[in-house]
């Protein structure tokens, strides 16, 4: 075991087994050994769609320009993004949106929601040569919600944590992660769960279906929605994920891009799990607001026009063209990122529909 998973041991020893979401937690986010606690893990592990292209987060400012504008330009908008890796993706909306939009970046506060330390140096010293003035805090709360807020959200809610349930002949257990023999392992709660913390539509699972849900992502949403629903703007979120419940689980390991063991070497691999949009959605209601889609990115991405805009690129830079086309063949081929990737907006109810949807 490396440093962390001997430590996670030993609070098992003293604590009991952890919840898939406690050990979720610990991997990603323990200061010493985390994944991002410790590293970057963006280009290393996993490459996100604002390093593939531009476009991406061009199309991105445009859309939040055209829901403020939908919205009769509200004054004093809040731009916040969850997670923003590196920066690239703001760093590309940015650049759109003060050439489409310039008053509303006189207005506007920008904040970056960044729990690494390791991420928030690497967005400073992306963002230092911005003109516009930033914030960072390290997590989504009240202080958000005082405005009009645009809010974006690219592959965040994958890594929020996740419970897993599974089925058996005598009721829900959840699974657990214990240590035996020296190593990490699955394990079921010897007591099954009280079948109210089941949604109906999954209790017909057959005997060792999965159940999973995020919790944090789920109360996340519905705050961001009463948010929205109280002081207007719109909310997009993008990731890979499923509309439809079904009874498999979907936690991974990616270490150098490749798929690894969840438990064999925590902190060293990026751990995350397919976003339940279904679940968002239903959230996103609970808090107020109104849902939109979800929609594939390569159908989402083709409405607000990464074709034309592509071309735009190839002609000005024609020694790249074909780099370019790959890239954005990359972003919306249904055999790549396209289908896999979907995209999930929030708006308020008595909202004009959002672009893209």
Known sequence: MNALATRIASLIAVEGPLSVAQFMTLCLHDPA??????????????ITAPEISQTFGEL???????????QGRPDGARLVELGPGRGTLMADALRAIAAAAPD????????????????ESLQRDRLKTSAVDISWCKHFDSTLTDRPLFLLANEFFDCLPVRQFVKTAHGWHERMVT???????????????????????????????????????????????????AKGG???????????P??????????????????AEPGESDLSAHVDF??????????????????????FLADLGIGPRAEQL????????????????????????????????????????????
């Open 33 to 46: 050994g985390g994944t991002y606690g410790a590293r970057d893990p963006i280009g290393g592990d996993f």
């Open 60 to 70: 991105l400012g445009l859309w939040t320009v055209q829901a403020w504008h939908d």
């Open 104 to 119: 509303f970046l006189a207005e506007a506060e920008v904040t970056l929601v960044e729990a690494s330390p390791i991420l």
């Open 179 to 229: 240590a035996e023999n020296g190593a990490l392992a699955f394990a079921l709660a010897p007591a099954p769960v009280p079948p109210s913390m089941i949604p109906p539509d999954r209790a017909a699972a057959p005997d060792g279906g999965v159940y999973e849900t995020a919790p944090a992502a789920l109360a996340l949403t519905e705050e961001i929605a009463a948010a929205i629903a």
């Open 234 to 244: 719109a909310a997009l979120i993008i990731d890979y994920g499923y509309d439809q």
């Open 246 to 263: 079904g009874f498999g689980e979907t936690l991974q390991a990616v270490a150098g891009h490749k798929f690894a063991e969840v438990l």
């Open 278 to 299: 279904r679940a968002l959605a239903k959230a996103a209601q609970n808090g107020g607001a109104a849902a939109y889609g979800p929609v594939t990115q390569c159908n």
């Open 314 to 357: 190839m002609i000005a830079n024609p020694t790249q063209a074909r780099g370019i086309a790959d890239a954005v063949d990359r972003l919306v081929n249904p055999e790549k990122m396209g289908a896999l990737f979907k995209v999930l907006a929030i708006a308020a109810k008595n909202a004009a529909p959002l672009p893209g949807f």
